[in-house]
């Protein structure tokens, strides 16, 4: 099976108008991208200015679209309610008809919107918040709070880590359904990662995602070969929204 192409934007500054996402979204499912994810963000480090909030962006992204699969990427837990990060799945889930695809993470330090605003900042606590909220997640998910999402047995979740520092964000990602490694210097070391995916998990547990993310233009080729299971188009922290244009309407290519 070919990797699924998807876009893949920082709502920022030029693509801060969640009316521009929206539009930028309609563009993609006509130009037959298989799905549209947003970084999630609540500030981020200069030369940034403006910041969407990308939850109520896919809110109406979902109410825009009808086959993209859609999602944040990437939401760090600890800085969320799981019981609020739970109804908005949720409704989201349903909104979408069956669409969506969280993301989660540690986060970074490095965009001040942690210690600003009194969340918690060191690793290894976030790491601990990261994986009660998601066993949480699950249980709402399951029947705790109704209604319960579209997808079933759950919400897809992919679990995002960096290339270098990768074991630990990986053994939590083969217990869910997908690994987006962060700075992946190249195919042949998706492949391996693809190769530590195959060792950790069960045959039995079912599919399992591998992402790359790749520049406008760059070929997917190489990365599907290697293993990945979708391949995201990204245009880093500063979107210029007529690149974007152009590339989107492009089409995914091969």
Same mark, same amino acid.
């Given at each position: 099976?070919?990797?699924?192409?998807?876009?893949?934007?920082?709502?920022?500054?030029?693509?801060?108008?969640?009316?521009?996402?929206?539009?930028?979204?309609?563009?993609?499912?006509?130009?037959?991208?298989?799905?549209?994810?947003?970084?999630?963000?609540?500030?981020?480090?200069?030369?940034?200015?403006?910041?969407?909030?990308?939850?109520?962006?896919?809110?109406?992204?979902?109410?825009?679209?009808?086959?993209?699969?859609?999602?944040?990427?990437?939401?760090?837990? !600890?800085? *969320?309610?799981?019981?609020? %990060? &739970?109804?908005?799945?949720? #409704?989201?889930? $349903?909104?979408? =008809?069956?669409?969506?695809?969280?993301?989660?993470?540690?986060?970074?330090?490095?965009?001040?919107?942690?210690?600003?605003?009194?969340?918690?900042?060191?690793?290894?606590?976030?790491?601990?918040?990261?994986?009660?909220?998601?066993?949480?997640?699950?249980?709402?998910?399951?029947?705790?709070?109704?209604?319960?999402?579209?997808? !079933?047995? *759950?919400?897809?979740?992919? %679990? &995002?880590?960096?290339?270098? #520092?990768?074991? $630990?964000?990986? =053994?939590?990602?083969?217990?869910?359904?997908?690994?987006?490694?962060?700075?992946?210097?190249?195919?042949?070391?998706?492949?391996?990662?693809?190769?530590?995916?195959?060792?950790?998990?069960?045959?039995?547990?079912?599919?399992?995602?591998?992402?790359?993310?790749?520049?406008?233009?760059?070929?997917?080729?190489?990365?599907?070969?290697?293993?990945?299971?979708?391949?995201?188009?990204?245009?880093?922290?500063?979107?210029?929204? $007529?690149?974007? =244009?152009?590339?989107?309407?492009?089409?995914?290519?091969?």
């Amino acid at each position: 099976m070919s990797a699924k192409r998807g876009v893949f934007l920082a709502p920022f500054d030029e693509l801060a108008d969640p009316k521009t996402l929206v539009t930028l979204a309609q563009r993609a499912e006509q130009s037959g991208w298989d799905g549209f994810f947003l970084w999630d963000h609540v500030n981020y480090r200069p030369p940034v200015r403006a910041v969407a909030d990308a939850w109520v962006a896919l809110a109406a992204i979902a109410g825009a679209t009808e086959d993209l699969r859609l999602g944040p990427m990437v939401t760090p837990l !600890s800085r *969320r309610r799981i019981q609020k %990060v &739970a109804r908005e799945t949720a #409704t989201l889930d $349903r909104l979408s =008809e069956g669409r969506l695809t969280l993301g989660v993470g540690l986060g970074s330090d490095r965009n001040g919107e942690l210690e600003p605003f009194g969340e918690e900042v060191d690793p290894s606590k976030r790491a601990e918040l990261l994986d009660t909220g998601l066993d949480r997640l699950a249980s709402f998910w399951a029947g705790e709070f109704e209604p319960r999402p579209v997808q !079933s047995p *759950r919400i897809p979740v992919w %679990v &995002a880590g960096r290339w270098k #520092t990768r074991r $630990r964000p990986l =053994e939590r990602a083969a217990r869910w359904d997908g690994f987006f490694p962060i700075e992946v210097p190249g195919p042949a070391a998706l492949e391996r990662i693809a190769g530590e995916v195959s060792e950790l998990r069960d045959g039995g547990q079912g599919g399992f995602d591998l992402v790359a993310e790749i520049a406008p233009g760059e070929a997917a080729g190489p990365w599907e070969a290697a293993g990945a299971t979708w391949v995201l188009t990204d245009f880093e922290a500063q979107p210029r929204l $007529r690149e974007v =244009e152009v590339a989107i309407d492009a089409g995914p290519g091969d």
